[in-house]
């Protein structure tokens, strides 16, 4: 089992649907990481949120929306989506220390119909 | 600004020869560089990291890289490949300060012929 369960594994909405995706790490890290994986493109940081910051990259669209009740909780909650939003959504956890690597889940495979 | 580099999206070799996956790095601090891999279906794994201290780094798996500073790169190899190592590989750096944020690589899509 790993450290870092997410939740749904699959999910496929409509463009007027609202979901959220669910992230939960058993690591006691103090950080906890959205990422986007399309195809043929890098890893794209979506939210990091810890202790000390949180930070959203600036290209992310506002139909995304995090939520970071605790620092084991994550949640990234959907809404009105586009069909090229169609990706793997991965989540993450590390300590905020230098060199610190982090944990990845196995991501929710999202398809926008 | 930090960045990586992976030259090659697809390395293919055959099973029991040396893997070798290329990675480039620019960072205006000292780096902190990772090599993850990523089975089909699968989220990321590490393998090895780099921080400090001795520039040769041994991971799972049989895998070693190398961080070259005058080269400002950390190549990841296997001297005998596995069919099971088939999969894609991503090498990433990271800032020092503040939460982790990995920059990652394009990736390499590693296939093992029989």
């Known amino acids: 089992e790993t450290g870092v369960t997410q939740t749904p594994r699959h999910l496929v909405m409509g463009m007027t649907n609202k979901k959220s995706l669910k992230c939960e790490q058993h690591l006691g890290h103090n950080a906890m990481y959205w990422y986007k994986q399309s195809a043929k493109k890098p890893l794209e940081l979506m939210f990091v949120?810890?202790?000390?910051?949180?930070?959203e990259n600036n290209s992310v669209p506002s139909r995304f929306s995090p939520e970071c009740p605790n620092s084991s909780h994550l949640f990234l909650h959907l809404h009105t989506l586009q069909p090229e939003d169609s990706a793997l959504y991965l989540c993450?956890?590390?300590?905020?220390?230098?060199?610190?690597?982090?944990?990845f889940g196995q991501g929710t495979r999202l398809t926008v119909v | 600004a930090q960045s990586v580099t992976q030259l090659g999206s697809h390395v293919s070799v055959s099973e029991g020869a040396l893997v070798l996956l290329r990675c480039n790095y620019s960072?205006?601090?000292?780096?902190?560089l990772f090599w993850y891999v990523q089975y089909p279906n699968q989220g990321l794994q590490l393998l090895l990291k780099?921080?400090?201290?001795?520039?040769l780094v041994k991971g799972i798996n049989g895998f070693e890289a190398e961080f070259k500073k005058s080269e400002t790169s950390f190549h990841l190899t296997k001297p005998s490949a596995h069919m099971s190592d088939a999969a894609e590989y991503f090498c990433a750096v990271s800032r020092i300060q503040g939460a982790q944020k990995l920059v990652f690589g394009q990736g390499t899509r590693l296939t093992i012929n029989p």
């Open positions: 993450a956890s590390s300590y905020t220390g230098e060199g610190t690597e982090a944990f």
């Open positions: 780099y921080t400090t201290g001795a520039t």
């Open positions: 949120y810890s202790l000390e910051e949180r930070v």
């Open positions: 960072s205006s601090v000292p780096p902190y």
